[in-house]
C-alpha cells in the first residue's frame, strides 16, 4: 500500500483551491462586499456607543424631565446599523454555501472522470477505502471549509482591520498598549497551529487508511468468519484506530485550547484597558486621538472596551478557523494527489470501425455490421483498412509486474483466427498475466505483441479493448437491473439481443425464476445470487458485446460440473468463429482447444493439440491423469 511519508501539503494546493471557485468571481466580490459592510457596522456600532453614551445619556443624568426624543432616535440609528450587519451577514453565509457545493461538484467530477483514466496498476496498489475517504472524508472537510472557515476568516481579518482604524480614533495610547497584547497572543497562536498543523494532515491519511481497511474486512467478511479471524481483525483495527486517535487528539487538542487561551487573555486585556482607562479618566490625563488631544469620557472607555473584545476575538476566530482550512487544505492536499496521478498512457492511432465491403474492398460505414476493420492513418494523410480477423500472436515477450522481477519470459506464440487456446498451470504460473498483456493493462518489457499484424501499442486502447470479451473469474456486478448489468457489455443492445445472450450462456432458466425475471434489481455485488448464477450473468455480458476475441479466464469455476457441461455448449457457441484464449484449472474444459499450451514459472514448457501432448507424456501428460495436480 503506498503511503505518504512526508506529512505536508502539496505544494500549490491553495492556489489551486482557489482557481476552482473562479468561475463564481460575481458570487465572490458580493460576498466581500458583505464582510466589509458586516465588519462596518461592527466597527460603526462600537463608535456610536462614544456618541449615544457622550450626547444622550449623560445629558439626561439629573435632569428633572428628561426628554428622550432624541436618545430614541440615536438608538434606531444604531439598531439600522446592526441590522445593515446581521443581514449583510446573512447574505455572504448564504451565497458561500451555493459557491462551496458548486465547487466541489466541479472537483468531484473532475476526480471522478480523473480517477476512470487511471492504470489498472493504481488501483491495485491504493486500498479502495482509502480512495473512497477523498470522495467523503477529504471532500467534506473541504466543504466546511469554503462555506464557513474562509469567508469567516477573512471576515475576521476584515474586522480586525476596521476596530483598529476605529480604536485609534478614539485613542492612540491604548491602541499602542492592544498592538503589544496583540503581539504577545499572537506568538502564542503561532506556536499552537505549528505543532496542530502537522498532525492534522497525518488524521486525515490516518482516516484514509483506516476507510481502506474497514472496506478490506466488509468486502472479505466471509472469510474472517470461517476462518475466525475475529480477533485478529480487531487487533489491527485497533492499532490503526489508535493512530487515528493519536492523530486527531494531537491536531484537536491544540486546535481546541487556540480559542480558550484567546478568549482568556482577551477578558485580561479587558480588565487592563478598563483599569487603565478608568485611571486615566478620572486623572482627566490627556489623551491622544485622531481628532486631537482631549480627556477620556465614560463613552469613549465605553466604546473603547467594547472595541478591544471585537478585536480580540476575531483574532480567535481567526486560529480556530485556520484549523478547520489546515485539515480542509490536508484533504485537498489528497485529492489533488489522486488527480495528479498520471493518466494511463495511451499514443496508439489505429481504430476499430464498422466496415463493409464494396466493389472488393474495404471501407468503413456507421451503421453495426458483422464486418470489423482497423483503420490506420498515413503520414502522407492517407488511410488503409486492415478486417479484423482477430489473428494474435507475441514474440519473444517479457514483462514484469515490478522492475528486474519477471513474472514472463520469452513467451511466443500464435493464436490463428477462430482458434481456441487454452492456457493450463499452476497458480503464479502467468496465465491472466498473458491475457492482461493482451488488454494492454500493463505493458511488455520487451518483446512484441501483434493483433492482425498490428503492434498493439500503435491501438487505441479503447478500440483494442472493445474488440475483446472478458470473463473473469471474480465476477463483478453493479447495482441495477439483471438486464441493465447484461446490458453493461452493449449499451445500446435491445432487451432482445440481452435475452438471446443470457440463452445463449444458459442463464435465462434461472433469471425467469427470480422474483421480476430481468427487471429483478441486483443489489451491491450481487450477494443475493449464488456464485454460479452471477458468473452465468458475467457470460451472457460478454455474449452480448458479440467481440471477436475472448477472453474466459476460470469463467466456469464457479459453475457445477453438470451445469458447466451445459453452458459449455452454449460457450462453443459463443465461441464459433472467434478467437479465444481459455484458462481453466479443469482440464476438461480445455480437451477441445486447438492449442494448449502449459506454463511454469513464466516460461511455456509444452504446446501443442490435448492428444500430442498425451502423447509426450509430459507435465500436461501428468496433469490429466493425476500424476500431479494442479495448485
Not at 197 to 213: A, C, E, H, I, P
Request: aromatic fraction near 8%; include cysteine.
Amino acid at each position: 500500500m503506498n503511503k505518504p511519508t512526508m506529512h505536508r501539503f502539496k505544494p500549490g494546493t491553495i492556489k489551486r483551491l482557489f482557481s476552482y471557485m473562479s468561475a463564481y468571481r460575481l458570487q465572490l466580490f458580493f460576498v466581500v462586499i458583505c464582510i466589509f459592510l458586516s465588519a462596518a457596522a461592527s466597527a460603526a456600532s462600537a463608535l456610536f456607543l462614544k456618541t449615544l453614551i457622550d450626547q444622550h445619556i449623560m445629558p439626561l443624568i439629573g435632569q428633572e424631565q428628561p426628554q428622550f426624543n432624541a436618545l430614541l432616535r440615536a438608538i434606531m440609528v444604531m439598531g439600522s446599523i446592526y441590522l445593515v450587519g446581521v443581514l449583510a451577514t446573512l447574505f455572504y453565509n448564504r451565497t458561500m454555501v451555493v459557491i462551496a457545493q458548486g465547487t466541489l461538484k466541479k472537483i468531484r467530477d473532475q476526480m471522478f472522470g480523473h480517477m476512470q483514466t487511471l492504470p489498472i496498476c493504481y488501483f491495485d496498489t491504493h486500498s479502495h477505502g482509502d480512495v473512497m475517504s477523498r470522495y467523503t472524508n477529504d471532500t467534506d472537510t473541504l466543504r466546511q471549509a469554503i462555506s464557513q472557515s474562509l469567508p469567516q476568516m477573512f471576515s475576521s481579518l476584515i474586522s480586525v482591520i476596521t476596530v483598529f482604524i476605529a480604536m485609534i480614533y478614539l485613542s492612540v495610547g491604548l491602541t499602542v498598549f492592544v498592538a503589544a497584547f496583540t503581539f504577545i497572543l499572537l506568538k502564542v497562536i503561532k506556536l499552537l497551529v505549528r505543532k496542530s498543523r502537522t498532525f492534522f494532515v497525518k488524521q486525515q491519511q490516518s482516516l484514509g487508511d483506516m476507510n481502506g481497511y474497514i472496506e478490506e474486512l466488509i468486502s472479505g467478511q466471509k472469510v474472517v468468519k470461517v476462518f475466525c479471524h475475529e480477533d485478529q481483525a480487531k487487533i489491527e483495527f485497533d492499532k490503526k484506530n489508535d493512530s487515528l486517535c493519536d492523530s486527531s487528539t494531537q491536531a484537536n487538542k491544540y486546535g481546541n485550547i487556540t480559542m480558550p487561551i484567546v478568549g482568556n487573555m482577551g477578558y485580561m486585556l479587558y480588565v487592563i484597558i478598563a483599569i487603565i482607562g478608568g485611571a486615566a479618566g478620572i486623572s482627566e490625563l490627556p489623551n491622544l486621538s485622531l481628532t486631537g488631544f482631549n480627556i477620556l469620557t465614560v463613552g469613549t472607555i465605553v466604546s473603547f472596551l467594547t472595541l478591544s473584545r471585537s478585536f480580540i476575538n476575531p483574532i480567535g476566530q481567526v486560529s480556530m478557523q485556520l484549523n478547520m482550512v489546515l485539515m480542509a487544505l490536508a484533504g485537498a492536499s489528497r485529492i489533488f494527489e489522486l488527480m495528479d496521478e498520471i493518466q494511463e498512457q495511451d499514443d496508439g492511432y489505429v481504430e476499430l470501425v464498422n466496415a463493409k465491403l464494396e466493389n472488393g474492398e474495404l471501407t468503413e460505414c456507421a451503421e453495426r455490421t458483422d464486418l470489423w476493420a482497423w483503420k490506420h492513418p498515413h503520414h502522407d494523410g492517407s488511410i488503409t483498412f486492415t478486417p479484423m480477423t482477430g489473428h494474435i500472436q507475441f514474440f519473444d515477450v517479457d514483462f514484469a509486474y515490478e522492475a528486474n522481477k519477471n513474472v514472463l519470459h520469452h513467451i511466443t506464440l500464435y493464436a490463428e483466427p477462430g482458434q481456441k487456446v487454452a492456457f493450463v498451470g499452476s497458480t503464479g504460473a502467468g496465465k491472466t498475466t498473458i491475457t492482461n498483456l493482451i488488454n494492454r493493462f500493463y505493458d511488455i518489457a520487451d518483446g512484441k505483441i501483434r493483433y492482425d499484424g498490428i503492434n498493439i501499442n500503435k491501438i487505441k486502447k479503447s478500440d483494442l479493448r472493445r474488440s475483446l470479451g472478458v470473463v473473469l473469474q471474480d465476477v463483478n456486478l453493479f447495482t441495477g437491473t439483471v438486464m441493465d448489468n447484461i446490458r453493461y457489455g452493449k449499451l445500446d443492445a435491445t432487451d432482445e439481443d440481452c435475452i438471446a445472450a443470457a440463452k445463449l450462456a444458459n442463464a435465462d432458466g434461472f433469471i425467469h425464476m427470480l422474483p421480476q425475471g430481468y427487471q429483478t434489481i441486483i443489489k451491491g455485488d450481487g450477494s443475493s445470487l449464488s456464485q454460479g448464477q452471477r458468473q452465468l450473468i458475467s457470460i451472457a455480458r460478454a455474449a452480448v458485446a458479440d467481440p471477436p476475441v475472448m477472453i474466459l479466464d476460470e469463467a466456469t469455476s464457479s459453475i457445477d460440473t453438470r451445469t458447466e457441461a451445459i453452458v459449455q455448449k452454449g460457450m462453443d457457441a459463443l465461441m464459433k468463429g472467434r478467437t479465444v484464449f481459455v484458462i481453466a484449472h479443469r482440464l476438461s474444459t480445455v480437451k477441445n482447444a486447438d492449442v494448449i499450451m502449459v506454463l511454469e514459472q513464466g516460461r511455456i514448457i509444452e504446446r501443442g493439440s490435448h492428444d500430442e501432448l498425451i502423447t509426450q507424456k509430459g507435465k500436461y501428460y501428468q496433469l490429466y491423469t493425476g500424476a500431479f495436480e494442479l495448485d
